[in-house]
């Protein structure tokens, strides 16, 4: 059996304030339960006041004392973004976010900005609310960035020359992109960080093959075998274990990534993992980041 790290494994919260992002729902609802169990304040970051509540109920059905806020944020929706971060920067103390928030192969659709929503959402999203919150928690010693990947990036490539998919749109090919965009987004993040001086470090992790309702644009025939993989693939409980270890554990250091450690990544307790050389590209890195700077219009400038 492996000892990697489990929900028994995150330390006591009291005092810190963590936001996740899409914890209404599946790896993130899982994850914000456990950190509110632990005495974290907890934000959630959800596209409706009507999840966030249905949410916040069900946490606090079983953590009665449970410290929930709910920040309306359409990951979709620069303005949105913008809206959310200026709420959270000026109210809280933010210790910890979460980036959590996804689309998986959904059939092809626009964000409100006219982003393919894959990329749109996964990354440009992700990347605008972190940029606009990193003043916020670089007020707070030992601060983080989580963000989510997937063992989708393996494999991916970015396609700079046809991010809007004018020219073709291939929803597995385009979810393994905005996984890749998080990777190289998380480990240039971090390089800046480091540069500029800042304590604040940043962490990626997948959560393996976890049955979530963001399965549910998966082909037909994936979507009837699923009952029988079940036994072999992490619960949502099971797949927020790589993002509670990001979040909270005290072995992490700025660039690290965590995911399951069973079955080639798939499920089991979580654990320090690798990404892809293409992830790792320096290069592909810095175009990435500009390329989100001039999408987005969001310069953090580190």
């Not at 509110?36 to 966030?52: F, I, Q, T, Y």
């Not at 946490?59 to 979709?76: E, H, N, Q, Y």
């Amino acid at each position: 059996m492996s000892s990697g790290f489990t929900d028994h494994d995150v330390p006591d919260l009291t005092g810190r304030t963590l936001m996740v992002t899409g914890a209404n729902t599946g790896l993130g609802f899982a994850a914000a339960r456990v950190l509110a169990e632990r005495g974290a304040r907890v934000l959630l970051g959800c596209r409706s006041d009507e999840k966030a509540n249905g949410a916040m109920d069900a946490i606090r059905r079983d953590v009665p004392d449970a410290d929930l806020a709910s920040v309306p944020l359409d990951l979709g929706d620069l303005a949105s973004v913008e809206a959310a971060a200026e709420t959270v920067a000026g109210t809280e103390s933010l210790d910890v976010l979460v980036n959590n928030a996804g689309v998986m192969m959904p059939p092809l659709q626009f964000t409100t900005d006219g982003f393919e929503s894959q990329f749109g959402v996964n990354h440009l999203g992700t990347f605008a609310l972190t940029c606009r919150l990193l003043d916020a928690l670089g007020e707070q010693p030992g601060s983080r960035v989580v963000v989510t990947s997937s063992i989708a990036h393996r494999g991916a490539r970015i396609t700079f020359d046809d991010l809007g998919a004018e020219e073709g749109y291939g929803a597995q090919a385009r979810y393994g992109q905005s996984k890749l965009a998080n990777l190289l987004f998380t480990y240039e993040l971090d390089r800046r960080l480091r540069t500029s001086g800042s304590s604040t470090i940043a962490v990626a992790c997948h959560p393996g093959i976890a049955t979530t309702e963001l399965t549910r644009h998966l082909p037909k025939v994936v979507q009837l075998a699923m009952p029988l993989a079940r036994p072999f693939l992490n619960s949502a409980e099971q797949g927020a274990w790589p993002t509670l270890m990001a979040a909270t554990s005290s072995s992490i250091d700025g660039g690290d990534y965590l995911g399951p450690s069973r079955f080639g990544e798939t499920s089991g307790p979580a654990e320090h993992v690798t990404s892809t050389s293409a992830s790792h590209d320096h290069d592909l890195a810095h175009r990435l980041w500009d390329v989100s700077v001039e999408m987005t219009g969001v310069d953090p400038g580190i």
